[in-house]
């Protein structure tokens, strides 16, 4: 039985109301479903070193993981970001989450990956910002860090300090968790996470929430 139907009083489920990806799109669907299984591998893997699921939201290829135990990680969000090209559709897998937080402009950190046949190193950039903003750079390329990046080798990690909000957006573009579809051949394929890896991907998170929380300006 999925993890997810299994606590239905933590559930929180939201009307599948979202026009843009619609229900009666049958790949949509089919989707959603290997999105469920990613969330249950996930759950699955962090029971034992992070048992405290309070609660999941559940929307049309949305899910919402809070966490109690973590010290500055309260929730995960895990999307579908639909790709659609020439007979084919791929369905980038976005986690993401937000960390309270005051500063004056708007910042943004992107990744660096270093190598030619293969990612040898991952660091963090700023993309947008002021030079008073580039002690975040200190920390957050430790090796802790950068570590998970290269071997999580994200397609795309983008931190941005949202003015309005007051808040770090933390957004990650995964291979891992990814769905793909194609008509000729035809298949419909997950790249589904290991155990480790997902205890890897809670782990960046919380360690780049740690740092943007605690290091001031």
Known sequence: MSIVKGINNMVMRKMHSNKKHSNNDRL????????????????????????????????????????????????????????NRFFSRVYDLIIETHIP????????????????TSIKNAVF?????????????????IRLITKRLVNLNFLDFEIIYNVQNKCWDIKATSIIGSTSWMLFPPIFKTVEPKKDECLRILELFELIASVLYMYKV
């Open 28 to 83: 949509n669907i089919r989707a959603d479903f290997k999105l469920k299984r990613i969330i249950d591998i996930f759950l699955m893997s962090i029971q034992g070193k992070y048992k405290k699921v309070t609660s999941i939201e559940e929307d049309f290829m949305t899910y919402t993981i809070k966490l109690q135990e973590k010290h500055y990680l309260k929730y995960l969000s895990f999307r579908y970001s639909i790709q």
């Open 101 to 116: 937080d005051i500063v004056e402009d708007t910042v943004v950190f992107g990744i660096k990956y270093n190598g030619v």
């Open 125 to 141: 950039v700023m993309k947008q910002g002021s030079e008073k903003y580039a002690g975040y750079l200190n920390n957050l390329n």
